[in-house]
């Protein structure tokens, strides 16, 4: 098993910056990626970012290319979310997911945190 806990999340106004961050821990070793999704009230939720739990490559949601950087720390098993330029439209509930095989940019994650709430102001 493996647990996900988000922090970070918070109040900004627009075009202001966030550092979301996800500690993972247990069985650690057996994820293949680690991504981040989102979702609004009243939508579906939405793929973000992810990253190859090795490799380090990234993938990303058209919408927040050239502003959100994905990375992780796999000495401090610590996935981050660093966001600039943010949106109104970027408020959500940020969730941190893991999964041990498969398409890094698909739903199917295997595990997930509680999530964290990114709240911008106009």
Same mark, same amino acid.
């Given at each position: 098993?493996?647990?996900?806990?988000?922090?970070?999340?918070?109040?900004?106004?627009?075009?202001?910056?966030?550092?979301?961050?996800?500690?993972?821990?247990?069985?650690?070793?057996?994820?293949?990626?680690?991504?981040?999704?989102?979702?609004?009230?009243?939508?579906? %939720?939405?793929?973000?970012?992810?990253? $190859?739990?090795?490799?380090?490559?990234?993938?990303?949601?058209? $919408?927040?290319?050239?502003?959100?950087?994905?990375?992780?720390? /796999?000495?401090? /098993?610590?996935?981050?979310?660093?966001?600039? @330029?943010?949106?109104?439209?970027?408020?959500?509930?940020?969730?941190?997911?893991? %999964?041990?095989?498969?398409?890094?940019?698909?739903?199917?994650?295997?595990?997930?945190?509680?999530?964290?709430?990114?709240?911008? @102001?106009?």
């Amino acid at each position: 098993q493996v647990q996900l806990v988000e922090s970070g999340g918070g109040l900004v106004q627009a075009e202001g910056s966030l550092r979301l961050s996800c500690a993972a821990s247990g069985r650690t070793f057996s994820m293949s990626a680690l991504g981040w999704f989102r979702q609004a009230p009243g939508k579906w %939720r939405q793929f973000v970012a992810a990253i $190859s739990w090795s490799g380090g490559k990234a993938y990303y949601t058209d $919408s927040v290319k050239g502003r959100f950087t994905i990375s992780r720390d /796999n000495a401090k /098993n610590t996935l981050y979310l660093e966001m600039s @330029s943010l949106k109104p439209d970027d408020t959500a509930v940020y969730y941190c997911a893991g %999964r041990v095989a498969g398409d890094p940019q698909s739903f199917d994650y295997d595990y997930w945190g509680q999530g964290t709430q990114v709240t911008v @102001s106009s």
